[in-house]
């Protein structure tokens, strides 16, 4: 498994040699170093730990300063594990790029989708919703929520409540252009989050 993590740009589009406009998401990914390997024998399970991002010493607390400074690294914004077959192939400090992907290339992006906070069961569940019509009270409003039956509200019962702001990955999104001085990974279509997000680019797993 290899990975980078990066920041969402915005969408944009591109033109190929005979003219067809493919709809592109622009990602500046890495480069990211290394912070930490982790191993079946000390851990339980093998993973390298990625770091992205600049950030102030001062803004990290003791412990986290101390760890950065024991290893001899500049200090990150982000961290994030990443599930490895054999992380003796990495070393601490080692940078990643976005070389490691190539045009044509599937990847997977995972990331957080846009909070909308609270909305109701025709935003949330795309309920159709009541008669529009004169004289009808149930316009927007859902239908009953409980059951004669069990006395309770049954459970996964679609209702009004927050929308948005979870994690989300979209699976097999192809890689059209890579630009290594930049650092920038230019894929087929949307991701998840707003502009300026933190996103996780992983190859695909299908």
């Not at 982790?38 to 993973?47: C, N, P």
Request: glycine residues 12%.
């Amino acid at each position: 498994m290899k990975g980078l993590l990066g920041k969402k740009l915005g969408m944009s589009q591109i033109f190929t040699e005979d003219g067809k406009m493919i709809p592109v998401t622009v990602i500046n990914a890495g480069p990211c170093v290394v912070v930490r390997k982790r191993t079946k024998d000390k851990d339980g399970y093998s993973a390298i730990q990625l770091g992205w991002g600049d950030i102030i010493p001062t803004r990290l607390n003791k412990p986290q300063r101390k760890y950065f400074e024991k290893n001899n690294l500049k200090p990150v914004r982000f961290l994030l594990e990443l599930r490895v077959d054999d992380p003796e192939k990495y070393n601490v400090g080692e940078e990643i790029n976005v070389d490691i992907f190539k045009p044509g290339e599937r990847v997977d992006v995972r990331g957080t989708s846009k909070g909308k906070g609270f909305a109701g069961t025709m935003k949330r569940w795309n309920f159709h919703g009541g008669p529009a019509s004169h004289g009808s009270m149930t316009h927007r409003q859902p239908a009953a929520a409980g059951s004669t039956d069990a006395a309770r509200v049954i459970k996964g019962k679609r209702s009004p409540g927050r929308l948005g702001g979870v994690r989300r990955t979209v699976q097999g999104l192809q890689v059209i252009r890579v630009d290594r001085e930049k650092n920038l990974i230019l894929v087929k279509g949307s991701i998840p989050g707003p502009s300026s997000s933190l996103v996780l680019l992983t190859e695909s797993v299908k």
